[in-house]
């Protein structure tokens, strides 16, 4: 493996040698993720570029009740975000627009709640409750990002 400095190249959004300018190959790009995520292992880290290149089925996307979705990382740890009828954001005592909003090709909300729970099912807490609610878009991805990171702080079981 190539040991020279690499950066992210914006112009040419690719990674590039730092010396050079040269593009890194995918495959170089891999194996430099897959070394520093051993070395993270290896000092009780996690891992930043935990994932299978190529798809990891255990990793993914999914669509909740047409209000929301859940991502699951490589950590195996799994965040929910709701923004619909009932749940803690701006339209949590809309119950009547249940069905408009199932409806719907589209649904906004300016808040959202979110939770999150480990592989093992016990959920994050955020002191006195498992779920929070009325976050900000720029809050919620800090809150992803840090479970993403960090994985959950425990709290009650699934």
Same mark, same amino acid.
């Given at each position: #493996?190539?040991?020279?400095?690499?950066?992210?190249?914006?112009?040419?959004?690719?990674?590039?040698?730092?010396?050079?300018? &040269?593009?890194?190959?995918?495959?170089?790009?891999?194996?430099?993720?897959?070394?520093?995520?051993?070395?993270?292992?290896?000092?009780?880290?996690?891992?930043?570029?935990?994932?299978?290149?190529?798809?990891?089925?255990?990793?993914?996307?999914?669509?909740?009740?047409?209000?929301?979705?859940?991502?699951?990382?490589?950590?195996?740890?799994?965040?929910?975000?709701?923004?619909?009828?009932?749940?803690?954001?701006?339209?949590?005592?809309?119950?009547?627009?249940?069905?408009?909003?199932?409806?719907?090709? &589209?649904?906004?909300?300016?808040?959202? &709640?979110?939770?999150?729970?480990?592989?093992?099912?016990?959920?994050?807490?955020?002191?006195?409750?498992?779920?929070?609610?009325? #976050?900000?878009?720029?809050?919620? #991805?800090?809150?992803?990002?840090?479970?993403?990171?960090?994985?959950?702080?425990?709290?009650?079981?699934?």
């Amino acid at each position: #493996m190539d040991t020279r400095d690499t950066e992210f190249c914006v112009a040419c959004h690719a990674t590039v040698y730092t010396d050079t300018h &040269e593009h890194v190959a995918e495959e170089e790009m891999n194996d430099f993720r897959r070394a520093l995520d051993a070395l993270a292992r290896s000092e009780g880290r996690l891992p930043k570029y935990d994932y299978t290149f190529g798809g990891d089925k255990t990793t993914m996307f999914k669509i909740t009740g047409h209000k929301g979705f859940q991502m699951v990382f490589a950590n195996g740890c799994t965040v929910s975000v709701q923004f619909g009828v009932g749940n803690y954001c701006e339209h949590h005592g809309a119950i009547n627009k249940y069905a408009d909003a199932q409806k719907a090709a &589209e649904w906004t909300s300016t808040q959202a &709640e979110v939770a999150a729970w480990g592989p093992d099912g016990r959920w994050h807490s955020f002191g006195n409750d498992e779920v929070r609610g009325y #976050m900000s878009p720029d809050e919620v #991805m800090d809150f992803m990002w840090d479970i993403k990171l960090h994985g959950v702080t425990p709290g009650v079981e699934a």
